[in-house]
């Protein structure tokens, strides 16, 4: 069975879904993703040497601040009063990148997967841009939605 798309009308005009009549719920989401960097950029990030200063620290800011911004960058998301943003990093040595996690929570009306996809994905980006004097051939990958739970969906897992 296909699933319909809601972000659609009848007519097919884009529309922000409606929730105006559903119950709020407890939601939370997780995303992660993965940005691959050459030696002498991982060894200035974990030795905090870098050009432009704590590249963890300014990526786990701006990932949040992207978190709560979702609805700006997004066209058809909602503002949400969120309750939790978080951002975690890997340091991956064998594969000479880091992993970063997004991590959002709210009681509400709608899920917070695009906050988490959103976050995750800013903090990578600002990686990027504070190492990107050293190596301009880093690889953002793999990001993805790791785990979301509430709404009538309910839970789920990646496999």
Known sequence: MEAK????????????????????????????GTIRVSRPVLEAIVEGT??????LGVAR??????????????????????????IDFDILEADCAVRARCTVKLSGKTGVEMEALTGVSVALL???????????????TEIHLVHKEGGKSGVYDRG
């Open 61 to 86: 800011v701006a990932g949040i601040q992207a978190v709560k911004r979702t609805w700006e960058l997004i066209p058809l998301c909602h503002p949400l009063m969120l309750t939790h943003a978080s």
């Open 126 to 140: 600002t990686i990027y841009d504070m190492c990107k004097a050293m190596d301009k051939s880093m690889e953002l």
């Open 50 to 55: 870098a050009a432009k200063g704590d590249v």
């Open 5 to 32: 798309l809601n972000h659609f009308d009848e007519a097919g005009n884009a529309v922000m879904v409606d929730v105006t009549g559903k119950e709020p719920t407890f939601r939370a989401a997780v995303a992660e």
